[in-house]
């Protein structure tokens, strides 16, 4: 799996073992063997997933858990020795996604890791996706459907349909779209505006109505 870990556990032994079973199914693995390291390579490396021993030198887990949620939503699993109720609900109170006991599993424990990401990913995919009109659009996979097919746009026809959904009922003139989708610096005129609107409505088949023209100022996209 194509995933970064950040790995926060002072004791080494530990640590090279997960490290290992976590390789072995295609994870990049960076280590930090107390708080203050994980804070700073969590700070320094883009990482997918935190696995945060709750017993740590320097700054114990729940802190580290605490600071991290401050600055990002990163999966979080957190392996402890303490297995009393409350230390689990505060963890998860903190923000933690799962909890393991030690002694555990290392196979369990690249499997809810991968529980985890998979329903991070789901949790992403679904927000960044909004349906308007038949016409589905996710901005994160930069894809556009209409009923579950495909729609094979470009990246400029893609952007184009995104700013007139994005302002939906605002008539917008041929030089707003030229700025925003072109950029300032665009050396050209209205009919490349024009040129791709024809094309985007051809892709988008009957809902090509939702655009609509208006004569001599641009183009409105109409519920």
């Known amino acids: 799996m194509n995933a970064t870990v950040l790995l926060i556990e002072d004791e080494k032994r530990l640590r090279d073992i997960v490290k290992a079973y976590f390789e072995k199914d ?9 708080g203050e390291e994980g804070l700073r390579k969590f700070n320094d490396n883009q990482v997918d997933l935190i696995i945060l021993d709750l017993m740590l030198p320097k700054v114990d887990g729940l802190e580290v ?4 949620r401050q600055k990002s939503n990163i999966p979080i699993i957190m392996m402890t020795a303490r297995s009393e109720e409350e230390d689990q609900l505060l963890g998860f109170d903190l923000g933690a996604d799962e909890y393991v006991t030690k002694p555990f599993s290392p196979k369990i424990l690249v499997a809810k ?11 992403k995919e679904e927000a960044d996706t909004r349906t308007i009109c038949g016409i589905t659009i996710n ?3 930069r894809t556009a459907y209409i009923n579950e097919e495909l729609l094979q746009l470009t990246h400029k026809e893609f952007e184009l349909l995104c700013y007139l959904i994005d302002n939906k009922g605002i008539v917008l003139t041929r030089d707003q779209l030229l ?6 610096d665009y050396v050209g005129d209205g009919r490349t505006v024009d ?7 051809h892709k988008l088949g009957d809902k090509a109505k939702h655009i609509s023209t208006v004569i001599r100022v641009g183009y409105k996209f109409e519920e």
């Open 113 to 123: 890791a991968k529980s985890v990401l998979r329903r991070s990913i789901d949790t």
């Open 139 to 141: 901005s994160s996979s």
């Open 195 to 201: 040129t791709h609107i024809k094309k985007l409505r």
């Open 179 to 184: 700025n925003n989708i072109w950029g300032y």
């Open 65 to 68: 858990c605490k600071l991290v």
């Open 26 to 34: 295609l994870f990049n693995v960076i280590e930090a063997a107390d």
